[in-house]
């Protein structure tokens, strides 16, 4: 078995390392508790929420495990490792559109015909981006070692670019779009334990946004090791904020629920009647 | 009791009590006056509504049900797990009193727990023409029931007897 000299590894890379990990850790409690809301409601859309937070943090763990065989083969790219890496966008897109039809079920009002559109113009999108992606793990192998392609013509074009923009796209519309609705419901109610909740869900969801789009600057800033360690680890805090703070909107714990509630008239009243 | 076991032992005691009674009766405003202390006009209940009150040394799960007929067949459901019942009458409508009465009837008899505490609730205290409380005693033969039982006479809108009528159950539970 070959060994790694831990010395030869940068600290930059542990850190990234270390903080994708603890990331990861507070992906999979965030999992663990949808799953355990899902067997207590077993409900179609505690299943695509989970489903989509499943698939989220399966790519935070193909994520890691691609930067540890990477650092584990001294830089060399094998092919597994290189197929590991070609996984993240073909699970991320599934995993948006698990997000959207659950906001679709409690938070968004869209129509079946703008449904059916707009899941049609994401598995397009899902569908060329698997296209691509296959034909570069059979025949080329230079989608993310090699990002750039020299046409016949004078322009350089890069296939990494338009998936990331895809991927971009889809998911400032979908979070955003459910953030601010969950927002704007929040201010309209009137029950506390509703309106505190919807608040969570919206502030979580567009940190999440916020450490996604960190997460896609930072890997086109791996040129300047100081900026990156620094958004890096903004978007492991923006991550870990986001978890926490979605698994009190999402889930609603009972404790965070009697944190929000005030106490009940009839309370109030017995309380009282206790202290005399 | 063993030492761990007194250490690790739960002060508070739990209580699962549902309310019950014919559409219209006033269970939902009821519910919503102990939570708000005012008249909160409802819409009819669709399934469940659940409230939780937070009390020294219990806490109290209240379950109130729909009234509807068809919702009917799942009172049991949750009646049998419950520690008590409380039955609201809508006492200004004479016209739904055997009704009333049926669905009391059936509702007590499919229960097992001897220990069982019912509260009746006279509701609609506020409106005209309406039945004496001796006279709904009699009627509903309360006096052969083999529960604790106990009858207010109450007003969700007015607010009158809520707070004492919950408190006597309340007092039966904490012993």
């Known amino acids: 078995m070959m060994m790694v000299d831990l010395s030869l590894i940068e600290p930059a890379s542990f850190f990234i390392i270390v903080s994708s990990v603890i990331n990861m850790a507070f992906s999979l409690a965030l999992v663990i508790t949808l799953l355990v809301n899902f067997f207590r409601k077993k409900t179609v859309g505690t299943f695509m929420l989970l489903s989509s937070y499943f698939l989220f943090s399966l790519t935070s763990a193909f994520s890691i495990a691609y930067r540890i065989s990477l650092i584990y083969n001294e830089g060399v790219m094998t092919d597994t490792i290189y197929q590991m890496g070609s996984l993240t966008p073909m699970i991320i897109l599934p995993a948006f559109a698990f997000l959207y039809f659950f906001g679709c079920r409690h938070i968004l009002k869209d129509n079946e015909i703008v449904k059916t559109y707009l899941f049609a113009i994401i598995m397009v999108i899902y569908g060329l981006i698997t296209a691509v992606i296959a034909y570069d793990n059979i025949y080329t192998n230079s989608l993310f070692s090699e990002p750039t392609y020299i046409t016949n013509d004078v322009f350089t074009i890069s296939y990494t670019w338009p998936i990331l923009v895809a991927q971009i796209v889809i998911s400032i519309f979908v979070t955003s779009r459910i953030g601010i609705r969950a927002l704007r419901l929040a201010r309209k109610s009137d029950q506390p334990i509703r309106k505190r909740g919807l608040q969570t869900i919206g502030i979580g969801v567009f940190l999440y946004l916020l450490a996604g789009l960190l997460s896609a600057f930072d890997s086109s800033i791996s040129n300047l090791p100081a900026l990156m360690i620094t958004v890096s680890a903004f978007r492991a805090l923006a991550y870990a904020t986001a978890y926490v703070t979605m698994y009190l909107g999402w889930v609603m714990p009972a404790w965070y629920r009697k944190m929000i509630r005030k106490k009940s008239w009839f309370e109030m009243q017995y309380q009282q009647l206790q202290k005399r | ?175």
């Open chain 2, 1 to 175: 009791m063993s030492f761990l076991q007194r250490l690790f032992r739960t002060r508070t005691k739990h209580a699962d009590i549902t309310i019950c009674g014919l559409d219209d009766a006033g269970k939902t405003t009821i519910l919503r006056f102990l939570e708000t202390g005012e008249f909160v006009d409802t819409t009819p209940t669709m399934g469940v509504n659940r409230e939780t009150l937070h009390l020294p040394n219990l806490q109290v799960n209240v379950f109130d049900l729909a009234g509807q007929e068809d919702f009917r067949n799942m009172w049991h459901n949750i009646n049998e797990k419950s520690d008590g019942i409380v039955f609201v009458i809508d006492r200004s409508n004479v016209m739904r009193f055997d009704e009333a009465k049926e669905v009391f009837e059936q509702t007590i008899h499919a229960q097992l727990d001897q220990d069982l505490i019912i509260l009746i609730l006279l509701n609609k205290s506020d409106e005209p023409n309406v039945i004496e409380k001796s006279l709904f005693i009699e009627e509903f033969n309360l006096l052969d029931l083999p529960f604790k039982w106990a009858v207010f006479e109450t007003s969700a809108k007015t607010g009158d007897g809520i707070f004492n009528s919950f408190k006597w159950f309340v007092d039966e539970f904490i012993g």
